[in-house]
């Protein structure tokens, strides 16, 4: 191989990196795209036939990885935090006036205006100038490893430019989708009978999350970096504006649109010419950013939780325009939360076409005054969430018609229940409600509950949809063959869950009350009930006032079971679960209850027992065992490890206890 084709390859690739540099960071292109095609093209060629020169950061690289079948997650040495939102004026007035207050200046605060893209966050990281990783932001510590995806968009460098670079350097930015490419990707995608994404952002998102990078390279993004993360051995300018000058140098792309402005009046004045160029731009932003520019003056404001006291999201309204209800129906959540959802006539609001929208509860449409026919403010909230913001009264119809919450399910036809002095009404159906199913028998097999073992998340969607479990009572109906054709479910495992299922069914009454899901009724009161009760069959006829006879039951929890062991259909699971074989030892509650009134804490860990032991054992002497500590906790029992209950037990100068003073006391009270 000789020295002049290398010499060759590398100038090629010299050349084609200058190209994207001038064409995607400077926006000054020096050749056109057929140019550009043939050096890449007569580069690809040369590879080809000499593979051994071929290098990671080779423009040729951006595509050619495997799909994935799940992405790593990724650590973020540096978290990826969020910011805090600002919807006016005198939100950063009073922003500013903080920032004042914590540099004990009086002098006009330094800012970094830039547009707030609206897209996905992501970091790369380089090393010696070399794309290493990229990830999303996550929950901020941790985030989802699309090194290969990032790979695809030309617009961020494989191999950074210029000298010197740092060791590390860690960027964070902001993949967008233009609104011109976020057209054809949908005309592209209706031509084929595909789904159509409902706004760039989620383009963009939804394209980064694509498990096959030869997918993401032919969707239309690019990229705009924002800040720093990590850096070693290497240096910035001391300033975020001349920071970001220094990220471009180095190839990666920023806003033209940044600028410094000195003062918060100026921050404002930026806002507004920002507002009317928006909808002229390119591409989706949904409000400004400014950052306290010196970054000496970043590190002493800080952070608080997950967002920097420096910086600031000045969003834009949300636009607003006018439609017609033609209809409102009542969508049932998993929870059994009913949302009564306004059906539109059509109408275009920043960019997406609106049919639907929340009315959020009854007290909502009462408070808004809406009726059927009405026409209505419609607005996305935070440009998302379409919600009817109010009605104009002076447009209604005579033939409008109040809206009415439903006296039945409009999923299940059970009762719903709208308690008052609570917004939101809830179907009563949870153990049959189609609506609800997945969460009920999620809840039902959890280890609190029935334990079942084995019957996780995953297994309980892949049994509701293939029609195997349509209540809970079904899980005590499952074989073995209807099991070992669901999905990565071998005959081993399959019997495994049945010996799991059969096992759960040796439990007490106050884990099957608790496990039926019953609104508000927990572990606590489920034991209250099941002591106080101690029949299933005497707590169906118990009466709203003998509820509340039980300990920690008041109205509208008495209300809550009731309602449940009246509807005719919860009865019959319950029954069909008796008798496939669920059964509980009588409940006995001992006389012996020298612990009556007094309530325990229990933090750390303890050796001689779990802490559901030393609950058990101190509820059957008559205690309550509560998770927080107060002013009327009795003691406090400490075991290795113990946080701030413990701290908080010496501060209300509660009695504390360690282990083995506990388990003295044990033998002094059984």
């Not at 990783?133 to 494989?158: C, F, M, Q, W």
């Not at 969707?219 to 910035?236: A, N, Q």
């Not at 998302?384 to 104009?392: A, F, H, L, S």
């Amino acid at each position: 191989m000789s020295d002049k084709i290398k010499k060759n390859i590398e100038q090629l690739r010299e050349q084609l990196n200058e190209h994207n540099y001038l064409y995607y960071v400077m926006d000054s292109p020096t050749i056109s795209d057929a140019e550009y095609d043939a050096l890449f093209d007569k580069l690809k060629k040369l590879e080809a036939k000499h593979p051994a020169l071929v290098t990671p950061d080779s423009p040729t690289q951006r595509v050619g990885a495997k799909p994935l079948k799940s992405f790593a997650e990724v650590k973020h040495r540096v978290p990826m935090l969020s910011l805090e939102n600002a919807f006016d004026d005198e939100d950063i007035l009073a922003f500013d006036q903080r920032i004042h207050e914590r540099l004990h200046t009086e002098k006009a605060i330094e800012y970094c205006c830039e547009p707030k893209m609206d897209g996905l966050a992501i970091s790369i990281r380089y090393e010696d100038g070399h794309l290493m990783h990229a990830a999303t932001r996550g929950d901020g510590e941790t985030g989802e490893d699309v090194t290969d995806n990032i790979k695809t968009i030309k617009s961020v460098p494989l191999l950074l430019r210029g000298k010197p670079i740092p060791r590390v350097l860690e960027v964070r930015g902001e993949v967008y989708m233009s609104k011109k490419g976020f057209d054809e990707l949908n005309d592209e995608a209706l031509k084929k009978g595909q789904k159509i994404f409902a706004n760039p952002r989620n383009a963009a998102a939804g394209s980064i999350r694509q498990l096959d990078p030869n997918i993401v390279a032919a969707r239309p993004l690019t990229i705009f970096f924002y800040g720093v993360g990590e850096i070693e051995d290497g240096s910035l300018p001391d300033n975020h504006f001349a920071m970001l000058q220094r990220l471009k140098q180095w190839g990666l792309r920023i806003s033209p649109l940044i600028k410094v402005a000195k003062g918060v009046e100026e921050c404002l004045a930026f806002y507004q010419a920002i507002g009317k160029k928006r909808d002229k731009l390119p591409y989706e932003i949904d409000g400004v950013v400014y950052k306290v520019n010196q970054l000496s003056e970043q590190k002493k404001l800080g952070f608080v939780t997950r967002a920097p006291r420096w910086a600031v999201a000045h969003k834009f309204p949300a636009e607003e325009v006018n439609t017609v209800i033609e209809a409102v129906e009542f969508q049932v959540g998993r929870t059994g939360a009913l949302t009564p959802v306004a059906r539109l006539t059509p109408v275009h609001v920043r960019g997406v076409t609106v049919r639907n929208a929340t009315l959020h509860n009854m007290d909502e449409i009462k408070r808004k005054d809406i009726h059927v026919g009405d026409t209505v403010i419609v607005r996305r909230a935070g440009d998302v969430i379409p919600e009817v913001v109010g009605v104009i009264v002076a447009k209604r119809p005579k033939a409008a018609k109040r809206i009415v919450l439903p006296k039945h399910c409009p999923v299940c036809h059970s009762h719903i229940e709208h308690v008052e002095g609570e917004a939101v009404a809830r179907c009563t159906g949870g153990l049959i409600c189609a609506a609800q199913r997945k969460e009920s028998i999620k809840h039902f097999s959890s280890r609190r509950a029935m334990d079942v073992e084995g019957l996780g998340d995953k297994l309980v969607e892949q049994l509701v949809d293939a029609g195997l479990v349509s209540s809970i009572a079904d899980i005590y109906q499952l074989t073995l063959d209807e099991l070992i054709k669901l999905e990565r479910m071998g005959e081993k495992s399959a019997q495994n869950l049945l010996d799991q299922i059969e096992k759960s069914k040796k439990t007490t009454l106050e884990r099957f009350l608790y496990s039926l899901g019953i609104r508000e009724v927990g572990e606590a009161t489920a034991k209250q009930l099941a002591r106080h009760f101690k029949t299933p069959q005497a707590l169906e006829k118990a009466s709203i006032e003998s509820l509340q006879e039980v300990e920690d039951v008041g109205p509208v929890v008495a209300e809550h079971i009731a309602n449940f062991f009246s509807e005719p259909h919860n009865l019959r699971v319950i029954d069909k679960m008796v008798k496939a074989g669920v059964n509980w030892p009588s409940v006995k509650v001992s006389e012996h209850q020298p612990l009556a009134g007094k309530t325990f804490v229990l933090t750390g860990t303890l050796s001689h027992m779990t802490r559901d032991e030393a609950k058990e054992i101190l509820e059957k002497l008559g205690a309550k065992v509560s998770g927080s500590v107060s002013a009327k906790t009795s003691y406090v029992v400490v075991g290795e490890e113990a946080g701030s209950k413990l701290d908080k037990a010496k501060k209300l100068n509660v009695n504390i206890m360690n282990e083995a003073a506990f388990q003295r006391f044990l033998k002094q009270h059984s």
